[in-house]
């Protein structure tokens, strides 16, 4: 996990250090030393000038949470000043969309606010969808989202994405698959209805029906062995999950390789123990497509 965090971080670091912006600075709101006085100034905006982020990735915002913000802000005000940048005679949030949705409701005309006059397309969308990574805020398909918006206006290749965002190629090209599933598979995703293993699960080849495997998934409460057990059997779905035979459980070690496998290939991987006592059993390497075949075989044939 810490490995994850420092890469965002490095790449947001250098990504922001291109456009003059200190990352320190975001992170506080408080302006950092600089030779540019006009660009570290915190400012006092108009409210009705404000524009959301053109490339939030995040569309669902709590109404709950928002008005818990409202009333805090009410009584403290606004502590951490938003970003924004500057577009003719108005202002694109950088980052605290949030904030400023709370501070409207609080009932005040005005905003603090840090403003950076430079700030092209490219870097506004990548720091829209890293900030909220980091933050844990987007569901799965908010993130597959960002990454083909990046895709489709500023010719990002996956691996491109990789490198910016401190995944593997697989990882991407996997949340890029969700976007294929039924909206209404999405959205019950998007509601947490559905986990994202088992969304990456529905996005199998050997699923010609998503929606009702996605029903079935929501009303037994299946897990994403048993998701998996039900669309290589075909007698499993005739059957309660609790009357499912259990595999025998894996002993610490063999957990602990079976998620060394998983980094690996960047896929999903199970060990199937044909006995209690561990001795002998299977080793199941997922993939999801032939291009994710074609991209296991080049690992292996790399070491």
Same mark, same amino acid.
């Given at each position: ?54 490339? *939030?990735?995040? !569309?669902?915002? %709590? ?9 805090? $802000? @009410?009584?403290?005000?606004? &502590? ?109 995703? *998007?509601?947490? !209805?559905?986990? %994202? ?9 050997? $699923? @010609?029906?998503?929606?009702? &495997? ?90």
């Amino acid at each position: 996990m810490g490995k994850k965090s420092f890469a965002f971080g490095s790449n947001l670091s250098a990504m922001l250090q291109k456009s003059h912006i200190n990352m320190d600075e975001l992170k506080s709101g408080a302006p950092a030393a600089s030779g540019n006085d006009n660009e570290n100034k915190i400012v006092e905006i108009d409210l009705n000038l404000v524009d959301p982020n053109p490339f *939030q990735p995040r !569309k669902v915002f %709590s109404d709950e949470e928002l008005q818990d913000l409202a009333e805090t $802000i @009410k009584i403290h005000g606004l &502590i951490q000043p938003i970003a924004v940048r500057k577009v003719g005679d108005r202002y694109q949030i950088i980052s605290g969309e949030r904030r400023t949705r709370a501070t409207r409701l609080a009932g005040k005309t005005t905003i603090k606010a840090q403003v950076y006059e430079a700030l092209d397309d490219r870097t506004m969308s990548e720091w829209a969808l890293i900030e909220n990574i980091q933050r844990v805020d987007l569901n799965p398909i908010e993130i597959a989202e960002s990454y083909q918006q990046l895709i489709d206006n500023h010719n990002y290749t996956h691996d491109d994405l990789a490198k910016t965002v401190g995944k593997s190629r697989s990882a991407i090209t996997n949340a890029l698959r969700l976007l294929k599933l039924p909206e209404t598979v999405k959205a019950w995703i *998007q509601d947490g !209805k559905l986990s %994202s293993g088992a969304a990456r699960v529905l996005c199998s080849d050997k $699923i @010609k029906d998503p929606e009702a &495997i996605a029903k079935k998934i929501i009303a037994e409460g299946l897990n994403v062995r048993q998701i998996e057990a039900l669309i290589s059997s075909p007698e499993a779905d005739k059957k309660p999950a609790s009357e499912k035979k259990e595999k025998p459980a894996l002993s610490a070690d063999l957990k602990n390789f079976e998620s060394k496998l998983e980094g690996f290939f960047g896929t999903k991987v199970t060990l199937n123990p044909a006995n209690e006592k561990q001795t002998e059993g299977t080793i199941v390497i997922k993939y999801y497509s032939m291009d994710d075949l074609t991209r296991i075989q080049e690992l292996l044939d790399n070491h």
